[in-house]
C-alpha cells in the first residue's frame, strides 16, 4: 500500500512538473508570434499543445480582433486570425479611401479646366461722345463688352445699318430717321476698314487677327478640354455670342450662351458699301431681319490686319463672324469698302 502511495506521488509530482513546463519554450519559426486576445492577455502556442489551443484562440480572437480593425485598424495581428482580419479592414478601408479620393479628384480636374464666370472690369466712359462701355477680361486681354458706337466727324466709312438706303428702297424703316440711329444704339456703328482702324478711344485698338485668335483660342481649350460635359456641335461662337438678340434657327445657332460676358451681338453689314448715300445698286445691306426691326443674322468684326493676296493685292483684310445659323466663330478676308461692325480691345 505504501508503494502505492509512492507511485502516486510520484505521478503527480511528474504531471505537476509537466503542466508547469508548458509556455516555457516558445516557438521562433517566421510564423509564430504574440496574439492579443479579448481579455488583453498574451498567450505563446508550442508543437505540443497547438491542436487545443489554437481551436479556442481563433474564434474568441478572430471575433474580437475583426470588430476592432472595423473600428480603429490598430490591433496586431496573428496567424490564427489575419484571414478574417483583413477581409474585415480591406473592405473598410477601400470603401472610405475610393469615396473619398474619388470625389476629390474629380472635382479638382473639373474645376481647374471648366470655364471661369465672366470677370468684368471697370466700366470705360469715351470722353469723345460720353458714351459709356462695360469691360470684360477674357484670360490676358481686356475687351469692350459691346459693339464700337462712335460717330466720327468724317462724312463717309461709316453708317448705322440701313442709312441711306438709296438703291434698297426695301430696307427704309417703317418708322424716321430716329429708328436708323436706333440701330447704331442696339448693334452699334458699322465701318469701312481705313475707319475701323482710328476709331477705337486712347487706350483701346483695333484688334489684329492674331489678338482675334488668342481668343478664339482660349475659348476653343476650354471647350475642347470639357468636351465630354458639352452638347454634340456646340462652338466657340455658342460660347461668345450674347444670350438674346440673334435670330431663331431650328438646327442650330440661335442665341448664345455669353460664357465669358463677351455678348457678341451681330451689327449686319454693308458691302460694296462705298456710295455715299448708296444712290446705286453697288451697296447693298444685310444680316438684320425684318428691314432692320428684326434680330440679328450676322455680325462681322474687323481686324487690323490686312491680307496680301500671292499676286500682292492689298485690297482686302481680316474680319471674323458669327452667324444666327452657326455655332462657329470663323476668319475670312473681305474688300476693305465694306462696312461691319468693331470691337475694341485695351492695349
Not at 440701313?162 to 429708328?179: I, R, V
Not at 450674347?242 to 440661335?254: E, L, M, P
Not at 452667324?323 to 476668319?331: A, L, P, R
Amino acid at each position: 500500500m505504501s508503494k502505492i502511495k509512492v507511485i502516486l506521488a510520484l505521478l503527480i509530482l511528474i504531471f505537476v512538473s509537466c503542466a508547469l513546463s508548458v509556455g516555457e519554450f516558445p516557438d521562433d519559426s517566421p510564423n509564430s508570434g504574440s496574439e492579443s486576445s479579448s481579455d488583453g492577455s498574451s498567450s505563446s502556442i508550442t508543437a505540443g499543445s497547438s491542436s487545443s489551443i489554437m481551436a479556442s484562440s481563433s474564434s474568441s480572437t478572430t471575433a474580437s480582433s475583426s470588430s476592432s480593425i472595423t473600428a480603429s485598424s490598430s490591433s496586431s495581428i496573428t496567424v490564427g486570425s489575419s484571414s478574417s482580419i483583413i477581409a474585415s479592414s480591406s473592405s473598410s478601408i477601400t470603401a472610405s479611401s475610393s469615396s473619398s479620393t474619388t470625389a476629390g479628384s474629380s472635382s479638382s480636374v473639373s474645376s481647374s479646366s471648366e470655364a471661369p464666370a465672366p470677370i468684368y472690369g471697370a466700366d470705360f466712359l469715351d470722353p469723345r461722345d460720353s458714351k459709356t462701355y462695360k469691360t470684360v477680361i477674357i484670360g490676358t486681354q481686356t475687351w469692350m463688352e459691346s459693339n464700337l458706337n462712335y460717330k466720327p466727324s468724317s462724312a463717309s466709312g461709316h453708317k448705322c445699318y440701313a442709312e441711306g438706303y438709296g438703291y434698297d428702297t426695301w430696307l427704309k424703316p417703317t418708322e424716321d430717321q430716329s429708328k436708323i440711329e436706333a440701330n447704331c444704339d442696339k448693334f452699334g456703328r458699322l465701318y469701312d476698314w481705313v475707319t475701323a482702324r482710328t476709331v477705337c478711344p486712347t487706350g483701346w485698338h483695333l484688334p489684329s487677327r492674331d489678338e482675334w485668335n488668342v481668343l478664339k483660342n482660349y475659348v476653343y481649350d476650354i471647350l475642347w478640354n470639357n468636351y465630354e460635359d458639352e452638347d454634340f456641335g456646340w462652338g466657340v461662337g455658342t460660347k461668345l455670342k450674347a444670350t438674346d438678340g440673334w435670330k431663331v434657327h431650328d438646327v442650330q445657332g440661335n442665341n448664345g450662351i455669353d460664357a465669358y460676358g463677351f455678348n457678341a451681338i451681330g451689327g449686319g453689314y454693308c458691302y460694296s458699301c462705298d456710295q455715299e448715300g448708296l444712290n446705286s445698286a453697288v451697296g447693298s445691306y444685310s444680316g438684320i431681319g425684318d428691314r432692320g426691326n428684326g434680330d440679328s443674322e450676322v455680325g462681322h468684326w474687323w481686324s487690323d490686319t490686312q491680307y496680301t493676296s500671292p499676286a500682292g493685292n492689298t485690297e482686302q483684310a481680316w474680319r471674323f463672324t458669327m452667324k444666327y445659323n452657326d455655332n462657329g466663330f470663323i476668319e475670312k478676308y473681305e474688300i476693305k469698302s465694306d462696312h461691319y461692325s468693331v470691337r475694341c480691345v485695351k492695349n
